[in-house]
């Protein structure tokens, strides 16, 4: 992730300058590591709930390696550093006398590195345990103290920690102080100590020393040079020594980009979790996710409709089609009037049973958001066909007077001509005047308002409309109209009658007309389906754009801080990825 505007962040300024031409050049771990800290920073400042992890991301740093001691009270830490810094009686006594009054780390000098006594851990002191995981955090390596009374299950667990979670099974050394204390068995604890090491016992260095025997060795002007010797040989402090100089053989340049790779990992992972949700922000967020997926179960279940009810006016149309192009006279090429008659029919009531299903569809959708959300969730828009419900549409009765009015007009296609046919129709579908006509004459008869008002919903009974009805009933047979119009424009060429030249060649026109037929309608089928399938989606999607617009006092929070998180945990995921490939490397 770039800064804005394209310059570099204080961060990565300090880095270049600290690190000099390594950074920019040779690539090397300690320029990886502060260029991936730089951007850490950038993401972390993205937003207040992470600003503050900042101050903790690594930065150029090349000051003594730092080992630190971390172990429990008593375990002999101070004891630990005075043998290794070969401290005179007097200044022992001090570091040993105020070990137990220790809080915050406290480093020392030692052969050009630093070792830092760390408050002592398992006291049920949270300051102590709290300054000591800080301890933790700022070293390079550990020196992990225990005794030789083994250390129980909390302690084996701070143990697991260091070395597992916060990435130190490579930087160790485990000691075990205290070994010439009476009853100790040598081999005996060793063997412990690595059963409690689990995987990480042939991976971590365990050192048995006893420090006080190494101080008394080089302070106690009573012991004889033999007795010295063995006291310093049997300390075991000489082997700790070569273990130390060992992990921190690398330098700062190669222990260091570890040590803060593994504290990069740390800051990355708290700000992961400091992305955790709870109390109020959880349940917008929930809530947001609720309101989320219930738009998805409407828009699935009526994209399901308008797909499948998309299909069937296809195989409709193409079925229609093969019917009259299967009744192509061999005489003169005409389709007969009833198949002619029935073939419109058939369109016609594709394209209604199709409104009516789609319609329904979307009903159901809105039905359910209702039921969730009540009146917040607004009514959909009539389908383009204005069909407000199933048995709301004007396919009429048998006997109705419109469906004997249209087969009427189909009979007397051929006669009339279809562009007369084609002018009535279009004028009824263009102009409310034309269409309230007809509404208004089906609504004078019994059987023409049961043909008008399916649904109940324009009617008061004969010659009687409720109020908006006519407005209604007006869109209702425009529309309707136009589906007439639709269907005789389909028809048209089942209309076309040409003669057919009485020759040798009769056969194979009346076949190429039945394939052009075939062909028509398969065509028809084809755009009528994406047609449908177009103006079906975006209808959903007006709509859909609706509900999202009513209902975003419900998701406005909930999807902000939803957006908020999945943005800052793909940038923070992402750099977590690339410091762990820094920790592990071999991995």
């Given at each position: 992730m ?113 070792l ?8 049920g ?40 979670t ?58 004889t ?27 700062v ?43 998805s ?36 090429g ?61 396919a ?37 005047e034309?269409?309230a ?65 009485q ?30 399938t ?54």
């Amino acid at each position: 992730m770039s800064s804005p505007s394209g310059s570099r962040s204080a961060r990565t300024q300090e880095a270049e300058k600290a690190m000099g031409p390594r950074l920019t050049t040779d690539g090397g771990p300690s320029a990886r590591v502060l260029a991936l800290s730089a951007r850490a920073e950038e993401v972390l400042n993205a937003h207040p709930r992470t600003r503050d992890l900042t101050a903790s991301l690594p930065q150029a740093d090349t000051s003594p390696l730092r080992i630190a001691l971390l172990g429990p009270y008593s375990a002999g830490k101070s004891m630990l550093i005075a043998a290794l810094r070969r401290l005179p009686a007097a200044e022992v006594e001090r570091l040993v006398d105020a070990a137990p009054k220790t809080q915050e780390a406290t480093p020392h000098p030692w052969n050009g590195m630093t070792l830092v006594d760390l408050p002592g851990t398992l006291s049920g002191n949270d300051e102590h345990s709290a300054a000591a995981r800080r301890g933790v955090r700022g070293a390079d390596a550990l020196m992990i103290v225990t005794t030789s009374e083994l250390p129980g299950e909390a302690e084996t667990k701070a143990i697991l920690q260091a070395l597992d979670t916060d990435g130190f099974a490579n930087r160790s050394v485990v000691v075990i102080n205290k070994m010439s204390a009476e009853n100790s068995d040598r081999d005996v604890i060793l063997d412990e100590i690595r059963k409690r090491l689990g995987p990480f016992a042939d991976r971590v260095p365990i050192v048995p020393t006893d420090a006080r025997d190494y101080v008394d060795a080089a302070n106690d002007p009573e012991l004889t040079d033999e007795h010295r010797e063995l006291l310093v040989s049997e300390s075991g402090i000489d082997a700790l020594i070569a273990e130390l100089r060992r992990i921190t053989a690398p330098g700062v340049s190669g222990v260091r980009p570890k040590a803060q790779a593994c504290e990069l990992l740390r800051v990355l992972t708290e700000a992961e979790q400091l992305w955790d949700l709870d109390g109020k922000e959880l349940d917008a967020a929930q809530t947001a996710k609720k309101v989320e997926e219930s738009f998805s179960r409407a828009k699935e279940t009526v994209l399901d409709a308008l797909e499948r009810e998309s299909k069937v006016v296809a195989s409709r149309i193409r079925t229609a089609g093969g019917r009259a192009a299967d009744s192509v006279s061999e005489k003169n090429g005409t389709v007969p009037v009833d198949i002619a008659t029935a073939v419109t029919g058939e369109l016609i009531d594709a394209r209604t049973d199709f409104d009516v299903r789609y319609s329904s569809s979307v009903r159901a959708a809105f039905d359910a958001l209702v039921a969730e959300y009540g009146d917040a969730a607004p009514e959909p828009e009539a389908w383009v066909n204005e069909v407000d419900a199933p048995e709301a549409t004007l396919a009429a009765p048998t006997q109705s007077p419109y469906e004997r009015a249209l087969r009427e007009a189909a009979e007397k296609a051929e006669k009339v001509g279809a562009k007369k046919l084609h002018a009535l129709i279009e004028k009824v579908a263009a102009e409310p005047e034309a269409a309230a006509k007809i509404a208004n004459w089906l609504n004078k008869t019994r059987a023409g308002q049961k043909v008008l008002d399916a649904g109940g919903k324009i009617t008061n009974g004969v010659d009687k409309f409720k109020p908006w009805g006519r407005i209604k009933a007006t869109k209702k047979v425009a529309s309707t109209a136009g589906k007439v119009q639709w269907a005789l424009a389909v028809m048209g060429p089942l209309m076309d009658v040409k003669s057919i030249a009485q020759d040798q060649s009769r056969w194979k026109a009346i076949q190429k007309r039945r394939q052009a037929l075939r062909d028509h309608f398969a065509d028809v089928a084809l755009r009528q389906r994406t047609n449908l399938t177009d103006t079906g989606e975006r209808h959903l999607s007006e709509w859909i754009a609706e509900v999202e617009q009513s209902l975003s006092g419900l998701t406005k929070q909930g999807t902000e801080i939803s957006a908020a998180r999945e943005r800052a945990l793909e940038g923070i995921r992402s750099l977590r990825d690339e410091a762990e490939k820094l920790v592990r490397p071999g991995d």
